[in-house]
């Protein structure tokens, strides 16, 4: 990948990079289709979907794993995966950044919980100790078979111990080597303003936007504006998808029909369109076997 092409250096300019969540290989074709060159793979919008569970640290590291690969098959697109804890200690981050760098991730992010682990807008967190988070961040970037693969370092101590004291954590973290910084759950556009200010803009911090969680949700232009350089929009596609299923499984079962609800939905030549089957079909034909004439018999040893 030339330099021209990397996360990293797309992070550098301006404007700021918005990557919506996706969590299957379908979400990210249509968010590649829709516009987007990075998309943020999440670890909750998998739970969700993937186990129709909360995030509260049931997916597995090789359910990640199998999912990005999936999705790196079918898109082009720079992918930041969420990698919640690294899964264990400092030998665990090893083996899960080889592995997630191995499916093609281009961006590992690792947070500073303890179990059980919460998604970053839920009560009831828990923390490692920063020294031993900045190990595991030391761990990944020894991991990491590229150095543009990024190693994003995710703090959740504003919940736990205060703002203050989430800023100093994720000092640490940039002195430990993290090549991005991501302040979870700030409370108020103050605290997001608080946090360019004390940190600066010598690394590209990243704004994590939850409608209803506990950041207000603030325009992409007004993060740039703030100061940040990435905002992601993890698990907004299956809050979207949530309503809209309601909606569609309630119509059915009153009317019996999806006539009510056609208008709402892709038909079958507009879904086949959407995932390119008449290309799938094209480039299977191109391997086909030329047909037989009806008079030539097959050759071969009898």
């Given at each position: 990948m030339d330099d021209?092409?990397?996360?990293?250096?797309?992070?550098?300019?301006?404007p700021i990079l918005v990557a919506p969540?996706?969590?299957?290989?379908?979400?990210?074709?249509?968010?590649?289709?829709?516009?987007?060159?990075?998309?943020?793979?999440?670890?909750?919008?998998?739970?969700?979907?993937?186990?129709?569970?909360?995030?509260?640290?049931?997916?597995?590291?090789?359910?990640?794993?199998?999912?990005?690969?999936?999705?790196?098959?079918?898109?082009?697109?720079?992918?930041i995966v969420d990698a919640d804890t690294g899964y264990g200690n400092a030998l665990n981050v090893v083996r899960t950044v080889r592995e997630f760098e191995r499916a093609g991730a281009n961006a590992i992010q690792l947070e500073d919980q303890d179990f059980p682990k919460r998604c970053g807008h839920l009560d009831g967190k828990l923390l490692i100790p920063a020294a031993e988070m900045c190990g595991k961040i030391r761990a990944a970037l020894d991991a990491r078979r590229s150095g543009d693969t990024?190693?994003?370092?995710?703090?959740?101590?504003?919940?736990?111990?205060?703002?203050?004291?989430?800023?100093?954590?994720?000092?640490?973290?940039?002195?430990?080597?993290?090549?991005?910084?991501?302040?979870?759950?700030?409370?108020?556009?103050?605290?997001?303003?608080?946090?360019?200010?004390?940190?600066?803009?010598?690394?590209?911090?990243?704004?994590?936007?939850v409608e209803g969680g506990k950041t207000p949700t603030l325009p992409a232009t007004e993060l740039e504006a703030i100061g940040f350089a990435l905002a992601i929009f993890p698990g907004a596609i299956v809050r979207a998808l949530g309503y809209m299923a309601s909606e569609f499984y309630g119509s059915l079962a009153a009317h019996g029909s999806n006539?009510?609800?056609?208008?709402?939905?892709?038909?079958?030549?507009?879904?086949?369109?959407?995932?390119?089957?008449?290309?799938?079909?094209?480039?299977?034909?191109?391997?086909?076997?030329?047909?037989r004439p009806p008079d030539q018999k097959p050759s071969g040893n009898r």
């Open positions: 021209a092409a990397t996360l990293r250096s797309r992070l550098c300019r301006k969540g996706v969590y299957d290989p379908f979400t990210a074709l249509i968010a590649s289709k829709s516009g987007f060159s990075t998309l943020y793979v999440s670890g909750a919008a998998i739970a969700y979907t993937k186990l129709g569970r909360p995030d509260v640290g049931l997916v597995s590291m090789t359910e990640v794993t199998n999912t990005l690969a999936l999705i790196r098959d079918r898109v082009d697109s720079q992918l990024l190693v994003i370092a995710r703090t959740d101590a504003v919940a736990v111990e205060g703002f203050d004291r989430a800023l100093e954590r994720a000092a640490m973290y940039r002195e430990a080597g993290a090549d991005m910084l991501f302040v979870e759950a700030p409370r108020t556009r103050d605290d997001l303003a608080r946090m360019i200010a004390a940190l600066g803009t010598s690394l590209p911090l990243m704004a994590n936007m006539e009510p609800y056609r208008n709402r939905m892709l038909d079958f030549a507009g879904l086949n369109e959407l995932i390119d089957t008449p290309e799938m079909i094209a480039l299977g034909q191109k391997y086909e076997a030329p047909a």
